[in-house]
C-alpha cells in the first residue's frame, strides 16, 4: 500500500494533483479548494489512501493524518464511497466533521453534493463516539470535539436557526436560557430560548 508521498508539482487542478515522484508522475485525488491550487515545482507531501478497484487504482491525498483518518472514518460508513468521503473533507475540516457529529447534526453533510438526508444522517449514527480519539489540529477547529453541554447548545442554536431566527439571536437566547437555569436537554432548552426570544419581538 502506498502510505504516503513526497514530491514536485507537476500539474493540479479541481481536486487533483499530480506529484513527481521518482521520475514517474503520480496523480492523487485530493480535497478541492486550496488543496489543490498548487504551483508547478512546488515540493508537497502527502499522506495517502490507495482504493482498489476491479477497474481501477485509485490514490486520494491530505496534507495531514488527521485528514487521512476522517477520510478512513467516513468510507467505512455504509453507503459513502472514496469520492463521497473527499467530498465531504472538500466541505468540512475534520474539526468540523466531529462537531457535528457530537451534536448529532447531519445539516452540514447534507450540504456535500452526492450525500443524501438518508446518508447524512447515517453519517452521524456510524461516526458517533469513534472520533473522539483523534486530536484536531485544522484551522478553525479545537483540539477535541466539544464537550455534551456544548454540543447540545450548538445543536439547539442551529436549531432556532432553521426557525428563522439569526445566529446572534439564537446564540444569545439559548446563553440567556442556561443562565436562567433551564433543564439541560434538547427540548427543554430549545422551549426555553424559544419563548425568550417571542417575548423579545412582542
Do not use: C
Not at 508522475?25 to 515545482?41: A, D, F, I, K, L
Not at 469513534?130 to 445543536?155: I, W, Y
Amino acid at each position: 500500500m502506498i502510505a504516503s508521498l513526497h514530491g514536485e508539482v507537476l500539474a493540479s487542478g479541481a481536486g487533483w494533483v499530480v506529484l513527481g515522484v521518482g521520475g514517474v508522475g503520480m496523480r492523487v485525488e485530493v480535497p478541492s479548494g486550496r488543496m489543490s491550487q498548487r504551483t508547478p515545482g512546488e515540493q508537497l507531501f502527502l499522506h495517502t489512501s490507495l482504493v482498489v478497484r476491479e477497474d481501477s487504482l485509485t490514490l486520494y491525498g491530505f496534507e495531514t493524518e488527521t485528514e487521512l483518518a476522517a477520510f478512513g472514518f467516513l468510507i467505512g460508513v455504509t453507503g459513502v464511497g472514496p469520492r463521497s468521503g473527499l467530498g465531504v473533507l472538500s466541505e468540512l475540516s475534520p474539526g468540523e466533521i466531529a462537531r457535528a457529529v457530537a451534536a448529532e447534526d447531519d445539516k452540514p453533510f447534507r450540504r456535500v453534493s452526492g450525500i443524501g438526508p438518508k446518508t447524512a444522517k447515517l453519517i452521524t449514527v456510524s461516526l458517533a463516539g469513534k472520533l473522539s480519539s483523534l486530536e484536531f489540529d485544522d484551522e478553525g477547529s479545537q483540539a477535541e470535539t466539544l464537550a455534551p453541554d456544548d454540543a447540545l447548545v450548538e445543536g439547539v442554536t442551529e436549531g432556532l436557526q432553521g426557525l428563522g431566527w439569526s445566529e446572534g439571536e439564537a446564540r444569545q437566547a439559548v446563553q440567556d436560557a442556561r443562565d436562567a437555569g433551564a433543564e439541560m436537554t434538547n427540548a427543554q432548552l430549545l422551549r426555553a430560548a424559544l419563548t425568550l426570544l417571542q417575548r423579545g419581538r412582542r
